[in-house]
């Protein structure tokens, strides 16, 4: 037996977006501008520094990332 | 495929800025030649491109590095390296400094400055009202309203503006100042950050200044000293001489086209998209800069790029890109959607940019609001232009009411 791998949510508010291209600057592998603006990965992600590092840098707060099981917050901080 | 010999590269920038007219051969290009072989009068030949997709990937894909830049003789259009510190790292590095700015930076943040920035908007007029009829918006209003908010955000008494208001300009010379002066004056701007930061040290502050002191004392390894200094500086500096220098400019293409300028006033609630449109409009940067190395063979706009070789992204030419703005030589406060590149794109974008947006929206408003006949006091032919800078911009803007 070993203990479930954490895994995160990413979602992008597409009302926020301003498609300023950090976030897929920074990571590529989860976010992707679609139409001029960011979509984030639909599926669980294994834990990254980079996708922190998205939701802390984007200058609308569009992006966050939580905890896939228990849906708490971890990224943006307040 | 294009294969084109360095020896074919054309000479860059392709004239001496003429105020805000975009040069005629980024059209030529965007349709003819989207990424092509320029040389600077300084550093390696280049890559240019001028389309918004191709200009939007130089600028977004990874595959493009700012980092790589250093050590290498760049594409410039001045002597020295002009992106240094924060611009030229790439991510991680680039967002362990980044992440400390951001959230001083965020849409939220900076709407709390909003009232603040348009009392002090409104002050400044008062003081240009009770002193006559006309005055210079360069001095009297686009300077010291971006200074006074910059200066409350970061924690910078705004009475020292005589000192590094001089100091500043090293940020954005070329060739306005000596490279003696540059020196000169970058130093005396780091020294003078580096005491307001020792003042922190014995009194903490809530700014962000004293909130990069806190970070740095708490933990060695996220920012170093001259990262600090240099950030604090570059914040000083950025967060002013951009934002002065579209103030004018965009009052300037207001002035000049006065049907736009009747349509604001009639419906101000358009400020916030006639904003958007200025900022895709006006060409700020005198040339393109910054270029970014490719890490890795790739295709752009039809070309074959080296690894390793520089590309420099035509920001103002990728705004004019009819692929995807309708007859993008006009001025249209109604075009809805507006995915313009003026504060560029992916990391690097514009720290400032949602500050820079409310301060030009609360400019205008208060400008339209509380000077509802301001126009010209001088022939528009006969304004002064500054040169020898990184960006395009008035000298002065004389108007009466």
Request: proline fraction near 7%.
């Amino acid at each position: 037996m070993t203990a479930p791998e954490t895994r995160w949510r990413l979602h992008v508010d597409r009302d926020l977006c301003i498609g300023s291209g950090i976030c897929a600057g920074l990571d590529p592998d989860q976010f992707t501008l679609v139409g001029g603006v960011s979509v984030a990965t639909p599926a669980p992600v294994p834990p990254t520094g980079a996708a922190v590092d998205a939701a802390e840098s984007c200058p609308v707060e569009a992006i966050t990332v939580r905890d896939a099981a228990d849906d708490h917050l971890i990224a943006p901080e307040p | 495929m294009t294969d084109t010999q360095v020896g074919t590269a054309r000479p860059y920038p392709f004239g001496e800025p003429d105020r805000l007219n975009l040069h005629s051969a980024y059209a030529e290009l965007r349709r003819q030649e989207p990424v092509t072989r320029v040389q600077l009068p300084f550093g390696e030949p280049a890559w240019l491109a001028t389309r918004h997709a191709d200009v939007k990937v130089v600028l977004g894909d990874p595959r493009f590095s700012r980092a790589a830049s250093v050590g290498r003789d760049e594409p410039r259009t001045t002597h020295r390296q002009i992106g240094t510190g924060i611009l030229a790292m790439d991510p991680p590095d680039h967002s362990r400094l980044r992440r400390l700015i951001a959230k001083a930076f965020t849409a939220r943040r900076i709407e709390t400055l909003r009232p603040e920035a348009t009392a002090i908007a409104n002050d400044l007029i008062d003081q240009m009202v009770a002193a006559g009829q006309s005055a210079d918006l360069v001095e009297r209003f686009s300077t010291p309203l971006p200074i006074m908010v910059i200066c409350r955000l970061l924690g910078v008494p705004h009475t020292d503006q005589g000192l590094f208001r001089t100091w500043s300009e090293a940020i954005v010379s070329t060739t306005s100042l000596s490279p003696e002066q540059i020196q000169e004056y970058l130093a005396n701007l780091h020294g003078y950050m580096a005491g307001l930061i020792a003042q922190r040290r014995v009194t903490p502050t809530d700014d962000l200044i004293g909130a990069l002191v806190e970070v740095r004392d708490t933990d060695n390894d996220r920012l170093t000293e001259q990262e600090m200094v240099e950030l604090a500086a570059g914040l000083l500096a950025a967060g002013h001489e951009t934002t002065v220098t579209q103030i004018s400019n965009f009052m300037y293409v207001l002035l000049t086209h006065p049907d736009r300028l009747a349509q604001l006033r009639a419906d101000p609630e358009l400020i916030p998209d006639a904003v958007e449109e200025l900022l895709r409009y006006v060409p700020l940067g005198a040339a393109a800069a910054f270029a970014r190395y490719a890490t890795e063979d790739l295709e752009l706009g039809g070309v074959h790029i080296r690894a390793g070789e520089p590309v420099i992204a035509a920001l103002s030419s990728a705004n004019r890109d009819a692929e995807v703005f309708d007859d993008p030589d006009e001025l249209d406060f109604a075009r809805g959607a507006n995915p313009h590149v003026g504060f560029g794109h992916g990391v690097h974008h514009c720290v400032g940019a949602q500050l820079a947006r409310m301060e030009l929206q609360v400019a205008l408003r208060t400008l339209l609001d509380r000077l509802p006949e301001v126009h010209l006091a001088v022939d528009a032919e006969e304004l002064p232009w500054k040169s020898g800078l990184l960006v395009r911009g008035l000298r002065a803007l004389p108007v009466a009411w």
